[in-house]
């Protein structure tokens, strides 16, 4: 589906995975022993999308579900979540994929992923996007796992093509080999990636994956080496580290939580650094912005529903702490 004329651009256009979350209500119990789930929308970028939104952002998705029961429901929950779902189509021949996760706080949140016999969302093909609201969109957000297979692969390359390195053009590392039926294609592939996004987001394994290099200063500089003008280097329990092309660094040390789920965390923080980007923050309080989303989403349960608003924020940055009492719906 194209643009209609005269729609505003979007803030956010994020493009890649979407799925099922089904998360034990028991923490701290394995799954055998599991007694029940709840369900959520998950999938890295989806989440992005949301939680952009929940600050205000006018976002869509560009992905694909299956024909099915639980495809019908992640319409429903991005409508719910305020992103425009236009670019959101069915594959007949494949499921919604499904992740089960385990969760053992702090530190120990198993995966457990269903996508076969394959993802709907890796049959993104070139000739579906809307190109015009790509090139159009103030930010756009796309992850290593929409390389890790055609005709997704192509798309994404050719979606960030599109952009022509301007706005904000984001690159999410997202590398979880288990989605990769080659993983030693990835190093190439984030190569072609990175030469047309203008940022950069990743774990220190993941910029080892994209760089060779795993040491924070230093696999920032090889992304900046690798054409992008910021990037983003997590470091778990150390906190987050940012460098610019034009010099300038920023650091952000972890905020104290209570960790319940770690998953989520990491779309918290890509939402709202794409935000404070686009509000035109400085990069100091851009990290230190995303830092806190991401540590209050780890505080609760689930990933979207999770999401914080811009007052939960600025109550975490306050207060010092990312557990913040979850809004009543």
């Not at 028991?26 to 709840?38: I, W």
Request: with cysteine; net charge negative.
């Amino acid at each position: 589906m194209e643009t209609e004329p005269g729609t505003e651009p979007y803030d956010l256009i994020t493009m890649g995975r979407i799925g099922v979350d089904l998360y034990p209500l028991q923490v701290g119990v394995a799954l055998p022993e599991v007694e029940s789930f709840g369900k959520f929308l998950g999938g890295s970028p989806s989440n992005v999308a949301v939680a952009a939104a929940r600050l205000g952002r006018r976002t869509a998705v560009v992905t694909r579900t299956g024909a099915d029961p639980f495809g019908a429901y992640l319409h429903r929950e991005l409508r719910a979540f305020g992103v425009d779902d236009r670019w959101v189509s069915a594959v007949e021949a494949y499921p919604t994929p499904v992740t089960f996760c385990e969760i053992f706080p702090p530190d120990d949140f198993p995966l457990y992923f269903y996508r076969q016999p394959r993802a709907p969302d890796l049959e993104i093909h070139p000739h579906e996007l809307d190109l015009a609201a790509i090139r159009a969109a103030r930010a756009f957000w796309v992850t290593g796992t929409g390389l890790s297979a055609e005709p997704s692969r192509t798309s994404t390359l050719g979606a960030l093509r599109e952009r022509g390195r301007e706005g904000l053009t984001v690159l999410d590392l997202d590398w979880r080999p288990v989605l990769w039926p080659h993983p030693g294609e990835a190093p190439a592939l984030y190569r072609a990636a990175l030469a047309h996004a203008t940022v950069a987001v990743g774990n220190l394994e993941e910029c080892e994956v994209a760089t060779g290099e795993r040491e924070p200063y230093a696999a920032a500089r090889a992304l900046l080496a690798a054409g992008v003008r910021l990037a983003v280097v997590k470091q778990g329990p150390k906190g987050v580290f940012a460098m610019s092309a034009a010099g300038e660094n920023a650091e952000a040390e972890p905020l104290p939580v209570e960790v319940v789920n770690g998953l989520g965390a990491g779309d918290a923080f890509g939402g709202a650094l794409c935000h404070g980007l686009l509000a035109g923050w400085d990069l100091d309080r851009t990290i230190r912005a995303a830092n806190a989303a991401g540590a209050i989403v780890a505080g609760r349960l689930a990933c979207s529903p999770a999401m914080p608003y811009a007052d939960e924020i600025d109550l975490a940055l306050a207060r010092g702490t990312g557990s913040i009492p979850e809004r009543t719906p």
